[in-house]
């Protein structure tokens, strides 16, 4: 056997391409698009490494274009569940027993692959899939999923380094084993980054896993799975599967070798299955590690010697790309009286020219919501503070699902600190805002904290530094991820791991060394080299 100490240090972040007019990345993502739109496929799942379909299926369109039909894919069931976590138990021993720096080489492969030759076949999905304009899917589909996989790599390589120290006549060592069993993960639409970080992460430290994504992120889901295989993942070791959450709860829930569950998506869906997993503890050979990021009802708290146009931008961008629909975008902004009357006019300027349509259209910042369900949800919280008489739309509310499901950004102010759209999560292009007098920036702090039972992302815009640190201190519990100056969207993985408390997650932080221990069961070994031969302790001589 050859061996040797590899390493893999710390990587540089993928560089963000601009997409800007005559480049050859534009080029190039033009033509990717019009290609998958002279397609239609028929996507498969992907379990024990075979192409499985069925005579059950559900169609692919683009939610900014429903009259377009990209394809189909297989719609699974109980059944399909199990054959993915059998294909995942029958892979798990020579998968676990695979040698590191071939497992990391697989993954390092991937990421490659998506850097060249597949970065606009990434983005195109993601774009026409679950529509993301050209950046949002760069930042995502291409940027964010390649830091993953790489800086996962790097971050397992520095916990298999860490290791125990050695007392006299012995050496100690300290393993760090696959969970035992298969690792569930359940991805969300609206990152396909979470698509590719839920399943590999877990698949890196030696399991294997069933991937349950979201149906309206199979279009982007199916290219990572076939860019897998092209870099070598071994069959079985991820298992793709598109069925419904109580049916993949249901059998993985009760299966023996259930050992972990990724998760990122709605609060009320976590909570059920922590309790479901709670009742069925005796069923387990372990207990299982259960890994969430769910809600957010994030915050933009703006003290009184802000700027203005800081404040704007902050709130546009963070607010409004992707539609709103990021679990950090913001969602409520507490501002001061002294800065309303400005802010309000270039928060109306900004909404007002913005382009809203097809992300084939580069100069669009606004495309479509990502389906029916959601459309209506946003449209009835619209709806009721139209008719409140605690708020007013100051700008947006305009709402059309005839062609695609598109909201226009919507900005409510609100006299109550307490409405219903200062409180729930909407997960769309909406913000609410309430002005607080300007000489309560202490108490409307403790506001900022009391009102949300979430805690992902936060941010507090000042020039005044003992105001940013009083927020600093008295928001530490209020946001997982926060922003002093910025908008609270934009994580980057490296630099600032991601995940919230409270009724947003676990806090395992996506994007650094913490998630990946998650993962991993340690074994501690002690070889004595000259063990004792006789039971008796020197204190229990008489002389």
């Known amino acids: 056997m050859s061996l040797g100490n590899f390493s893999y240090p710390v990587p540089a972040n993928e560089p963000v391409l601009n997409y800007e007019p005559g480049s050859k990345e534009r080029a190039a993502l033009k033509a990717t698009l019009a290609e998958l739109k002279s397609q239609t496929v028929d996507v498969p799942m992907y379990i024990g490494g075979k192409e499985v379909r069925t005579d059950k299926k559900a169609e692919l369109r683009p939610p900014h274009e429903r009259s377009h039909l990209l394809g189909t894919f297989s719609v699974g069931s109980k059944e399909h569940v199990e054959m993915a976590i059998e294909a995942a138990l029958k892979a798990k021993e020579s998968w676990a027993s695979m040698s590191w720096e071939s497992r990391a080489g697989i993954f390092l492969k991937a990421a490659d692959l998506i850097a060249t030759k597949y970065r606009s076949y990434m983005n195109g999905t993601t774009m026409l899939g679950q529509s993301k304009n050209a950046f949002q899917a760069e930042i995502d589909s291409a940027c964010e999923i390649i830091d993953f996989l790489r800086f996962n790599v790097h971050f397992l390589d520095q916990i298999y380094r860490q290791q125990p120290i050695s007392g006299a006549g012995m050496h100690n060592r300290m393993e760090y084993r696959p969970l035992e069993g298969f690792v569930l993960a359940v991805t969300p639409f609206n990152f396909t980054a979470i698509g590719g970080n839920l399943p590999t992460a877990p698949a890196m430290c030696g399991n294997t896993v069933v991937w349950k994504c979201a149906n309206t992120q199979v279009y982007s889901a199916q290219m990572f799975m076939r860019i897998l295989q092209e870099a070598g993942l071994p069959d079985g070791v ?306």
């Not at 020219?353 to 259209?361: C, L, P, T, Y």
């Not at 949300?452 to 940013?468: F, V």
């Not at 910025?486 to 980057?492: I, L, Q």
């Open 238 to 543: 991820i298992n793709l599967v598109y069925v419904s959450g109580p049916v993949v709860g249901e059998v993985c829930f009760n299966h023996k070798e259930f050992a972990g569950v990724h998760f990122t998506g709605s609060t009320g869906v976590f909570n059920n299955m922590w309790e479901t997993i709670g009742k069925n503890m005796a069923k387990y050979r372990s207990y299982p590690r259960i890994v969430g990021e769910t809600g957010g009802k994030d915050f933009v708290m703006v003290h009184k010697s802000a700027n203005a146009d800081i404040v704007a931008t902050a709130l546009l961008r963070g607010a409004f790309e992707f539609q709103g629909q990021k679990c950090s975008a913001a969602s409520r902004a507490y501002i001061s009286s002294n800065l309303w009357a400005e802010v309000k006019h270039k928060i109306i300027e900004g909404v007002n020219s913005f382009k809203m349509g097809s992300v084939e259209d580069f100069s669009n910042f606004i495309n479509a919501v990502i389906d029916e369900k959601s459309f209506d949800s946003i449209k009835n919280y619209i709806d009721n503070a139209r008719e409140s008489a605690d708020a007013e739309i100051i700008v947006g509310g305009a709402c059309d699902k005839s062609n695609g499901y598109f909201i226009q950004p919507t900005v409510i102010e609100t006299k109550d600190p307490k409405f219903v759209t200062m409180c729930e999560e909407i997960f769309g292009p909406v913000l609410t805002i309430y002005v607080y007098p300007e000489d309560k920036f202490e108490e409307t702090l403790s506001l900022v904290d009391d009102t949300s039972p979430y805690a992902l992302t936060g941010a507090i815009i000042s020039h005044d530094r003992d105001a940013i640190e009083l927020a600093t201190r008295k928001l530490v519990n209020a946001a997982g991820n926060f922003y002093i100056n910025d908008k609270p969207t934009g994580a980057v993985v490296g630099q600032q791991p991601f995940g919230g408390a409270r009724g947003s997650g676990t806090n395992d932080k996506a994007g650094s060394i913490l998630n990946m221990y998650r993962w991993l069961s340690a074994r501690t070994i002690k070889e004595t080299f000259n063990p004792p031969v006789d039971y008796s302790y020197p204190f229990m001589k008489e002389s």
